[in-house]
C-alpha cells in the first residue's frame, strides 16, 4: 500500500517528478502573454490554458510514478462529489491564475502528497522567478539552484525585525491584528503559495489567513514549510489536515519558528 512508503520513497518520488514541472513551467512561460486563452469556471473564477496544459503535464507524470494513488486537482475534481479520502495527491497547476493571466512572476506550480491527511512531501516551482523548492519530511526541505539543492532550515535564522506576509494589498482587521500581536513591522502582498517558499527560506518570518482558500492551495506550501521548521497551525494552533469534504481549509497562521 502506498500509505506504507518510507521517506526514502518520498524522496524518490520527488525527485522524479522534478523534470515534469520544469517542463511544466516552461509550457506556463510559452503560454503567457499573447497566447493566453482565459475562460471562466462554473465557480465564476478564471482558468487558462496554461492551467490547463501544466495540469496535464503534472497529472501524466504522477500517475506513471504513483499509478494506484487518487489525484485531485483543481482543475479536474468534481467539485459536487464528497468523498472520505485519506491518500492521495492534491494538485494546484497554477496557484495565482489571476497573476500568471497579468503576466506577473509570482504564480506557482505545486503538488503534494497526502498520506493518512497529512502532507508528506511537496513540490512548489515558481518559473519566472526560477526557484524550485521540495521538501519530503521535517529536516529535508530544500531549494535547487542550478544542479544542487540546498536544504533549508528556517528556524535557525534570528533576525531583530519580524516580517509579514499577506494575501490581500488590504488584509482585514482581525489578520493585522494576528500580525502585530507577533510583532510584525513591515507586510508584503504576494497571491500565491510561493509565500511559504519565503518563509521556508527565512526570507520572511509569519503570514496568516483567514479560511478562504481550498486544499489544494496550501498543502505544497504545507509540507515545504513544515519540513523547513516552520510551524503551520490554525489561529487556534491545531493541526491542519486534508480531505476535507469540499477541501475547505480553516484559518491559517505559518511562523518562521516558535520563537515568532
Partial sequence: M???????QYKSIVRKLIPAFIKAGKTSIQLSGAKLKIF???DGTPVSNGDLAVDRILQTAIKKITPSIEIVSEET??????????????IDP??????????KDEYTL???LIVNKIPVLGIIFAPKKKRLFYSYGKGHAYEVKGKKAFKLNCALDTKQTVSALTNSSNPSSS???ILKKHKATS??????????????SGEFDIYAAR??????DIAAGHAIAEHAGAVVRTHNNKKITYGKPRFYNPSLLVKRSNKI
Fill in 211 to 216: 479560511p478562504r482558500a481550498k486544499e489544494w
Fill in 2 to 8: 502506498m500509505s506504507k512508503l518510507n521517506q526514502s
Fill in 187 to 200: 507586510f508584503l502582498n504576494i497571491r500565491s503559495s510561493y509565500k511559504f517558499c519565503l518563509i521556508a
Fill in 175 to 177: 489578520i493585522l491584528k
Fill in 40 to 42: 471562466t469556471k462554473e
Fill in 110 to 112: 505545486n503538488a503534494s
Fill in 77 to 90: 475534481i468534481k467539485r459536487n462529489k464528497v468523498k472520505k479520502r485519506n491518500t492521495f495527491w492534491l
Fill in 94 to 103: 497554477i496557484d495565482g491564475t489571476s497573476a500568471y493571466i497579468k503576466n
